[in-house]
């Protein structure tokens, strides 16, 4: 029977992962090494918006584990990471920087945080 509420995630490890994977790209992004910053430039970021995308990335980090246990918190999140990695690939067909970074990084990570919210929610 349904509790009328999304629950906590039905593996709570790929959560986990996946916020892992997120805090060790939001301390990447404090100093980006080149191929982060070859992307930002590559999509027309402007450098002084770069810090932005490090609090994005550290809330949803906190999302994520607060959402293993307060129930709906983690599809939130979830849910937000997903469309932050849509954003990022809309960005890059956007200006035309189809290569390496977009397609395992940015579709690997959008590719990542859809099954994790998939597996963990469905």
Known sequence: MTTGYIDTPHWPWLTVALAVVLLGDALMSLRPPA???DCLDGVRFPREW??????????????????????????????????YFVCAAVAHVRAGFLGSTFWVNCLGMLAFSVGVLTLSYV
């Not at 932005?52 to 293993?68: E, F, N, R, S």
């Not at 307060?70 to 990471?81: D, H, T, Y």
């Open 35 to 37: 191929f982060i910053r």
């Open 50 to 83: 770069w810090w932005t995308l490090v609090v994005i990335k550290l809330v949803a980090v906190g999302g994520l584990v607060a959402g293993l246990y307060f129930p709906g918190m983690g599809i939130a999140a979830n849910a937000g990471v997903v469309a």
